[in-house]
C-alpha cells in the first residue's frame, strides 16, 4: 500500500489519512443536531452520576425525586441517557412536566438508552457531548459517581475558573460522598497553589431536592436564565 512520506515524519497510511480527515464531517454532524435540538430546551440542568447504581438504591430514589422536582418547576433535564443515574434523572423528569432529555454515548460495549427521554441524541465523542452538556445549562447537579462523573465535574469547574463558560451553580449531592474530595482540594491544591481556595466557591453541597431547587433559584434571583449577551458571545466559543 502507498505510503505518504514527510521528511522526519512517521509515514501515514493514505486510507487512514483519508478517514482521519473526513471524520471532521461526522463530528460536525454531532455538533449541528445537538444544537439544532437543544437550543429550545432553556432553561435546562444537566444532572450527572454513577451507571452503576440499582433501582433500588437510595441514590436512584434520591435522583429521580431531584428531576421530578426540577421539571416540574420549569427546567428541562438532560442526562447522560444511560442506567443507573442517569435513568433516574430521566425518570423523575418524564414524570414531571418538562422535556427530559437523553445525551447518549456510544460505546464499545454498548451502553444501552433507557426508556424515559422525550429528546434522545447519540454521540460517538466524548467531546461533541460534553459541548451539548454545559452549552444550555443553567446549572450542574453532581451525584454520587466514578471517572466519568468526575470527569464533568472537572470539566465545568476547569470551564467557569477559566471564564470559557458563564458562572452557573455546580451542586453536589450527598456530602458524606463529597466530603473526602472536597477535603483534598482544600488541603492538597488549594494549599500547594494548584488552586485557588476561592476556587471552591464554584461548587456546593446539597442533600435534599428542595435545596437544589432553592440553590438554583436564588443563583438567578436578580437576573434571568437566559445569559447575557456577554454570556451569549463566551459561550459561541465554548
Not at 473526513?22 to 444537566?46: D, N, T
Not at 464533568?152 to 471564564?163: M, V, W
Request: proline share 6%; net charge negative; glycine share 8%.
Amino acid at each position: 500500500m502507498k505510503k505518504t512520506e514527510h521528511p522526519g515524519l512517521s509515514p501515514i497510511d493514505d486510507t487512514m489519512l483519508t478517514r482521519e480527515s473526513w471524520k471532521i464531517f461526522q463530528i460536525m454532524a454531532e455538533f449541528v443536531e445537538g444544537f439544532e435540538r437543544l437550543a429550545r430546551i432553556r432553561p435546562s440542568v444537566s444532572i450527572f452520576g454513577s451507571a452503576r447504581i440499582p433501582t433500588d438504591h437510595p441514590y436512584y430514589r434520591l435522583t429521580v425525586d431531584i428531576a421530578r422536582a426540577l421539571s416540574d418547576a420549569g427546567f428541562s433535564v438532560v442526562s447522560g441517557g444511560g442506567p443507573g443515574i442517569m435513568e433516574a434523572a430521566n425518570k423523575g423528569a418524564y414524570e414531571g412536566k418538562s422535556p427530559s432529555i437523553g445525551l447518549n454515548i456510544q460505546l464499545p460495549h454498548e451502553q444501552a438508552g433507557n426508556p424515559y427521554q422525550d429528546i434522545s441524541l447519540r454521540f460517538r465523542h466524548f467531546f461533541s457531548r460534553k459541548v451539548m452538556f454545559v452549552k444550555y445549562a443553567a446549572a450542574y447537579v453532581v451525584l454520587p459517581g466514578g471517572f466519568g462523573t468526575l470527569d464533568e465535574l472537572a470539566e465545568i469547574l476547569t470551564l467557569i475558573q477559566t471564564g470559557k463558560t458563564r458562572r452557573i451553580p455546580v451542586i453536589l449531592v450527598h456530602e458524606p460522598f463529597w466530603t473526602g474530595l472536597l477535603d483534598w482540594f482544600r488541603h492538597t491544591l488549594a494549599r500547594e497553589k494548584m488552586i485557588d481556595l476561592d476556587d471552591l466557591d464554584l461548587m456546593c453541597v446539597i442533600d435534599t431536592p428542595d435545596a437544589v431547587l432553592d440553590a438554583i433559584f436564588r443563583h438567578y434571583e436578580h437576573r434571568g436564565f437566559e445569559p447575557s449577551a456577554e454570556e451569549a458571545e463566551i459561550l459561541l466559543d465554548l
